[in-house]
Structures are given as C-alpha cells and as structure tokens.
C-alpha cells in the first residue's frame, strides 16, 4: 500500500523559511514523478515542484529561486525547502506520487506566512 505523510508545516514570518518533509512507503521510486502540489483558500490545487527519479526538476514560475525539491532515495523522503517566503504561499501543501498507474496524495501539512 502506497502511503505519503507530509510534515514540517508550521507559521513563519514573510522572508523566513521551512522545509517540508514526504515520507515514502510502498513506492518503487524509480517508478514515480514526486511532487509537491498546495492549495490556498478558495483557490485550487496548484503545481509547485516536481522531480523524477533522475533528478530532473520542474518548478511553477511563482516559487523559482526561492524553493528547492529533493530527494533522499535512502531514507524514502522527498524535501521541500522554501526560502524568501511571502503571505501568498500560504496554503495546504500536498506531497504527490505519480505514475502511469497510480497518483497518490498525502493528506497535507499548512504552511502559513505571516505579513
């Protein structure tokens, strides 16, 4: 069974960072595009990073430069680190596990950036 729990959400100040954490299980890593998805209030789900299980990165145009996704193929987990964070990155981030077969979510952790 596929199973993704996020953690490392919390409030920080606009400028500060944090970094997300997706622990793994279940998945056969070279198998899946990993991802980081959020969701603000009112708003829908949104792309925010990706990478493959070359390494390969894809970022939205909103957080390029100040996020960075990785993965530890080690210890099953995949990072998020968010640097130079503004209020309108507050949201529910979804960590994401998608193949041809399958698409997994895990069950989110909230960000909030204060002004």
């Known amino acids: 069974q596929v199973q993704l729990v996020e953690s490392g959400g919390g409030v920080v100040q606009a400028g500060g960072s944090l970094r997300l954490s997706c622990a793994h299980s279940?998945?056969?890593?070279?198998?899946?595009?990993m991802g980081w998805y959020r969701q603000a209030p009112g708003k829908q789900r949104e792309l925010v990073a990706t990478?493959?299980?070359?390494?390969?990165?894809n970022y939205a145009d909103s957080v390029k430069g100040r996020f960075t996704i990785s993965r530890d193929n080690a210890k099953y987990t995949i990072y998020l680190q968010m640097n130079s964070l503004k209020p309108e990155d507050t949201a529910v981030y979804y960590c994401?596990?998608?193949?041809?077969?399958?698409?997994?979510w895990g069950q989110g952790t909230l960000v909030t950036v204060s002004s």
């Open positions: 990478i493959t299980s070359g390494g390969i990165t």
């Open positions: 994401n596990a998608d193949s041809t077969n399958l698409n997994v």
């Open positions: 279940g998945i056969i890593t070279s198998l899946y595009v």
